[in-house]
């Protein structure tokens, strides 16, 4: 009887693992990400929105992406009117907050690219949150003219800002 009851536990087992709903605790939303279309075609810039209505904060720290051998967070610094962009190991997202990935602040540089964006396309990618885990998102391609507009201009907290 053991034997027959095996099979059904197993499939049990595996509908639990499958449920990945996270808990109040540790869960991130990821919404409208968007890629602007590359210049140059060797590089491009993801952004998005990441809010966390937890109650812990949580960390952005690891993205990988099909459409690129290479993805870091990056931040935008000013030093003097000379705008920098430099990697950073992890993204704070604090609980209750909204973090903005825009234009002129934190983005995800996505670097040397493995194929040709255009406009319209869609890439996908995996973040990396340290309570949450992964979170598989699709970004739209958009141009680079109409990105202003795509990011839209939400209220949110952008740690480390200047």
Do not use: K, W
Not at 66 to 92: N, Q
Request: with cysteine.
């Amino acid at each position: 009887m053991h034997a027959q009851l095996a099979p059904h536990l197993c499939g049990l087992l595996l509908i639990a693992a499958c449920d990945s709903r996270p808990t109040r605790d540790s869960e991130v939303i990821v919404s409208a990400a968007v890629v602007a279309e590359p210049v140059l075609g060797e590089r491009a810039a993801m952004y998005f929105l990441v809010s966390n209505p937890g109650a812990l904060d949580d960390s952005l720290i690891q993205i990988s992406s099909p459409a690129a051998e290479r993805a870091e967070i990056h931040r935008t610094l000013d030093h003097g009117g000379m705008m920098t962009m430099e990697p950073v190991g992890s993204l704070l997202i604090p609980a209750g907050a909204t973090v903005r990935l825009a234009p002129g602040g934190h983005h995800v540089m996505l670097q040397n690219l493995t194929r040709t964006l255009a406009a319209g396309d869609t890439v996908t990618a995996n973040l990396r949150f340290q309570r949450t885990g992964e979170v598989f998102i699709q970004a739209r391609v958009v141009a680079y003219t109409q990105l202003e507009e795509a990011t839209g201009r939400q209220e949110s907290h952008d740690p480390g800002r200047h």
